[in-house]
């Protein structure tokens, strides 16, 4: 069983950075593939950004170059550096972690990009 806590969300202006952390209890995220998914006001749930337990990245081709998603083990969190944000950045922010029939989720974290 793995406990998930999203934080770090906010408002932030075009062109502003935030740094989201998720927080696991009950089992470490080491073993886990983890990902970020974003749902913003009317539109389905999307995949953002992952890191597998072995450590290899991937991001969604419309924050490549703007968000980092790294693990620190340590503090058992994973986190989403997230730079130049842009208004359609927008959403409510999900942590989930995944090993095989095992799927947990965050309660979202919400981040509003406007000026």
């Known amino acids: 069983q793995v406990q998930l806590v999203e934080s770090g969300g906010g408002l932030v202006q075009p062109g502003g950075s935030l740094r989201l952390s998720c927080a696991a209890s009950?089992?470490?995220?080491?073993?886990?593939?983890t990902r970020w998914y974003r749902q913003a006001v009317g539109k389905q749930r999307e995949l953002v950004s992952s890191?597998?337990?072995?450590?290899?990245?991937s991001y969604v081709r419309s924050v490549e170059g703007r968000f980092t998603i790294s693990r620190e083990n340590a503090k058992n969190t994973v986190y989403l550096q997230m730079n130049s944000l842009k208004p359609e950045d927008t959403a409510v922010y999900y942590c989930?972690?995944?090993?095989?029939?095992?799927?947990?989720w965050g309660q979202g974290t919400q981040v509003t990009v406007s000026s």
């Open positions: 989930n972690a995944v090993k095989a029939a095992m799927n947990y």
């Open positions: 890191i597998s337990a072995a450590g290899s990245t």
């Open positions: 009950g089992s470490p995220l080491s073993t886990y593939i």
